[in-house]
């Protein structure tokens, strides 16, 4: 019984050598170039243990991570968890991410294929009566909610002007120390930019410079347009079809939603 | 839409004209292309003007109730009929890339516009859920155009939130029930508050060094001084009688530039008024002291002030020691 084993062990090292070279030149590509039947043999050179441990390390680095809801890149996770157990990076990532769907009902998705950087989102239905998730947070959403709302409303685009004299109408001025937001400006502009809830781009050719307002890739994973009709329609006391073309793009959900994130 | 089509039509087709009026050269008369010029450069600046007057008056083009887009298209079309070059026709291209821009986004507005979101209202409504206190405000003017009066309550962002909450499947996110878990890792701030530590100890000890060097460089000449018209009453009580010469005094046989620096610190000495310069029978200087007492009589303000310049070149040194035959320094290097 021992004997195939440490002979398989063996086999492994030395295939595991000349990636580890690779892996010193081009950490992305090797893993990107890891086939099934290599990171089986790669598998079998960690103890079954080690492996579940550093499944168990990436589930709580993820959990940790996702606290600033800022997404997570893959080069970071092999650098600060996985270390030497990049060789086996696919099958680790994928037990990982059966361990948060089946213990946390969390999704981990991916939002940026070519750079590789992943979020997670709850795979859960959301019960109305749990409030427990009350925190500083929560007003944020409530700020993000608008903006996305404002940006689906006006046809998935909104200048920049025209969510600050919203934002105004609703007692928050840009360059003012809001006291439950802080630097408002900044919330809006970067930090929900950073998490990808927003994208905050020039509009060419504009002098002096103005800037408009998309979905990021993040708010297409955790919301959708129907889930946001749904809101501006229950604020405004409206039935969601009366918003006849916005309900009408809000059905084409999925394309909708793989278009935008495949930009 | 239509409109527009029949412009680039038309470009087509005087595109096709301008290629065969290129491809025959023989039928440019040149007189005919001279009368031209006049009224194609009038067009080309009509056109410029015309794309000028586009981009100053962006937003009043946009406007869903202004025609303005239109009228200027229509004049572009009049204009095209005058337009018979290669030249003009880049510019009509140029011109129209402007106006369906324009249009583009103006067709987006109106997207917008069809339907019945209004921005105004939403935050009505928001202000509304958020339970806004209107009464609060009732009896102030609203000073900011069209702005809600009335007192937000403390938990009105969080009600939104709540309420927002349960339209995204938004992953909860842990804490520790020990505070909360910093990710920004504390080697960082070591790091910083060492180094600011280490800014700290070199600007203190940067002014601390200044002040001792400026202190002692203006000490070391006082010191120096007092020392040297210490050895000058000396030997002048050694030999009252004799005048001390002013060369055997200041020359150091060894150095020139000791030489240099006794001569400078004896310059203060006869400043202060402690000693005098005189010529000595032979013309040639000495130095004495002036008597404490005497001294104290003198009143320095009303004593007049002579300057004198001594150069003093390393041959003259040379030949000096030489002269004097001067073999001991009279002062000796401190």
């Given amino acids: 019984m021992t004997q195939p084993r440490r002979r398989r062990a063996g086999q492994s090292r030395e295939t595991s050598v000349l990636q580890g070279e690779d892996a010193d030149m081009d950490n992305d590509s090797f893993i990107q170039t890891q086939t099934p039947t290599q990171v089986q043999k790669n598998l079998a050179k960690h103890s079954s243990d080690q492996v579940s441990l550093k499944v168990g390390e990436v589930v709580q680095y993820l959990l940790v991570k996702d606290q600033k809801k800022l997404p997570i890149k893959r080069a970071d996770i092999v650098r600060n968890v996985l270390k030497e157990f990049k060789d086996i990076y696919s099958e680790v990532l994928l037990r990982a991410k059966k361990l948060l769907k089946e213990v946390f009902g969390y999704e981990l998705v991916e939002i940026d294929v070519k750079n590789h950087t992943y979020i997670l989102v709850n795979s859960l239905e959301h019960k109305h009566e749990d ?4 925190d500083e947070g929560t007003a944020k959403l409530g700020l993000l909610t608008i903006i996305l709302s404002l940006i689906f409303m006006k046809g998935n685009i ?31 502009t970067d930090e929900f930019v950073k998490q990808k809830y927003l994208e905050y781009i020039k509009i060419p050719n504009t002098e002096p410079v103005e800037y408009e307002f998309r979905w990021g890739p993040r708010a297409f994973k955790e919301t959708s347009k129907m889930k946001i009709l749904e809101f501006v329609s229950k604020i405004q006391h409206k039935d969601p079809k009366s918003w006849t073309s916005q309900y009408r793009e809000a059905q084409e959900r999925l394309p909708a939603a793989s278009q935008a994130s495949g930009h | 839409m239509a409109h527009r089509r029949s412009v680039s039509k038309s470009t087509v087709v005087e595109g096709e004209q301008q290629q065969q009026e290129d491809d025959d050269p023989v039928e440019g008369d040149m007189a005919e292309m001279d009368g031209d010029d006049g009224t194609r450069r009038q067009i080309r600046h009509q056109y410029r003007e015309l794309m000028q007057n586009i981009q100053n008056n962006r937003e009043d083009m946009l406007s869903s109730r202004s025609n303005k887009l239109t009228e200027t298209l229509e004049e572009a079309n009049k204009l095209f009929a005058g337009v ?7 510019l009509d291209a140029q011109f129209l890339v402007l106006a369906s821009n324009l249009g583009k986004e103006k067709a987006n507005q109106l997207h917008a516009d069809m339907t019945v979101f209004d921005p105004t209202s939403f935050a009505e409504d928001l202000l509304s859920f958020m339970g806004i206190n209107r009464l609060e405000n009732a009896g102030s003017d609203s000073e900011d155009e069209g702005y809600a009066t009335g007192f937000l309550p403390g938990d009105a962002w969080k009600k939104v939130g709540m309420e927002a909450d349960t339209y995204f499947r938004r992953a909860p996110t842990f804490h520790y029930m020990l505070g909360s878990f910093k990710t920004d890792p504390p080697v960082v701030r070591q790091k910083i508050e060492r180094q600011r530590k280490n800014k700290e100890e070199e600007k203190r000890a940067m002014p601390a ?30 030999d009252p009688d004799s005048p001390i010469s002013f060369f055997d005094f200041v020359i150091d046989p060894q150095s020139f530039s000791r030489t240099v620096e006794n001569i400078f610190h004896v310059s203060f000495i006869i400043r202060d008024g402690f000693a005098r310069i005189k010529l ?5 200087p000495v130095i004495e002291p002036v008597a404490t007492d005497s001294h104290e009589q003198v009143d320095k303000d009303n004593q007049p002030r002579y300057q004198g310049v001594i150069s003093l070149s390393h041959e003259d040194w040379k030949e000096i020691v030489r002269t004097f035959e001067i073999t001991e320094p009279l002062i000796p290097p401190p």
């Fill in chain 2, 209 to 238: 060094q200044l002040k001792k060097m400026n202190e002692s460089h203006q000490e070391a000449t006082e010191k120096e001084v007092e020392r040297i018209l210490g050895f000058l009453q000396t030997y002048q009580n050694q």
């Fill in chain 2, 280 to 284: 000595d029978d032979d013309k040639l």
């Fill in chain 2, 84 to 90: 018979s070059r290669a030249r003009e026709a880049a």
């Fill in chain 1, 131 to 134: 409030n427990l998730r009350v």
């Fill in chain 1, 158 to 188: 909104a200048k920049e002007v025209t969510v600050w004299e919203m934002l105004r109408r609703l007692r928050i001025e840009p360059g003012d120390k809001h006291p439950e937001f802080g630097d408002v400006k900044k919330l809006v």
